[in-house]
């Protein structure tokens, strides 16, 4: 009964749309689920999904709602546009984008854009303690939010790694990018100082 249900159960992930994966620099083997309407859950023009996430370094939670969406939480304060890239330890391509971000992120200081790390997808073995090491140790600046449970990132269905979503003023997706391309970044600043004017 054991030998059957071995070999029964990875099939039934399968049937129930769950995805495996195997974190090359841990060794850690991991299932995920897909987000709901698997493989564009969320596409351009949709209303992002919002969320509230704690910070990476100060514990504190934050609420996508403070920045941008029909309703922002505190009316007095101004709406912004919202740069999400989902990143993970393990991820290669996640080394390139997050340092070409964070040049962006200076560009557009004192102009109405957030810019955030959103880290999610990790293996079970990875800690907070483990993710702040490794993000100090590469000199990331960037607020980054703790996406623990992957529910966030199932919700952005961030099934490629790294996975940029822009968000405008009103809380509507503006841009999908999945995976790291350079070419991508040729006219990301102008794109960008459109939502913002």
């Given at each position: 009964?054991?030998?059957?249900?071995?070999?029964?159960?990875?099939?039934l992930?399968?049937l129930?749309?769950?995805h495996?994966?195997?974190?090359?620099?841990?060794?850690a083997?991991?299932?995920?689920?897909?987000a709901?309407?698997?493989?564009?859950?969320?596409?351009v023009?949709?209303?992002?999904?919002?969320f509230?996430?704690r910070?990476?370094?100060?514990?504190?939670?934050v609420?996508?709602?403070?920045?941008?969406?029909?309703?922002?939480?505190?009316?007095?304060?101004?709406?912004q546009?919202?740069?999400l890239?989902?990143?993970?330890t393990w991820c290669?391509p996640?080394?390139?984008?997050i340092?070409?971000?964070?040049?962006?992120?200076?560009e557009?200081k004192g102009r109405?854009?957030?810019?955030?790390l959103?880290s999610?997808?990790?293996?079970?073995?990875t800690t907070d303690?483990?993710?702040r090491?490794?993000?100090?140790?590469r000199?990331?600046?960037?607020?980054?939010?703790?996406d623990?449970?992957?529910?966030?990132?199932?919700?952005?269905n961030?099934r490629v790694?790294?996975?940029?979503?822009?968000?405008d003023?009103?809380?509507?997706?503006?841009?999908i990018?999945?995976?790291?391309?350079?070419?991508m970044?040729?006219d990301?600043?102008?794109?960008l100082?459109?939502l913002a004017?």
């Amino acid at each position: 009964m054991q030998v059957l249900l071995t070999l029964l159960i990875p099939v039934l992930f399968y049937l129930a749309g769950y995805h495996y994966s195997e974190n090359r620099a841990t060794g850690a083997e991991t299932f995920s689920i897909p987000a709901p309407g698997y493989p564009d859950s969320v596409k351009v023009g949709d209303a992002a999904p919002m969320f509230v996430l704690r910070d990476l370094t100060t514990d504190n939670a934050v609420y996508l709602r403070d920045y941008t969406g029909k309703v922002l939480r505190d009316s007095a304060k101004p709406r912004q546009v919202v740069v999400l890239s989902f990143w993970s330890t393990w991820c290669q391509p996640c080394k390139e984008e997050i340092p070409r971000l964070t040049k962006l992120a200076g560009e557009f200081k004192g102009r109405p854009v957030r810019f955030f790390l959103i880290s999610t997808m990790e293996s079970q073995s990875t800690t907070d303690d483990s993710i702040r090491a490794l993000y100090k140790a590469r000199s990331y600046t960037l607020q980054c939010l703790l996406d623990a449970t992957d529910r966030i990132g199932m919700r952005y269905n961030a099934r490629v790694l790294p996975l940029l979503v822009v968000i405008d003023k009103q809380g509507v997706i503006r841009k999908i990018m999945r995976g790291f391309h350079e070419e991508m970044y040729s006219d990301f600043a102008g794109f960008l100082q459109k939502l913002a004017n």
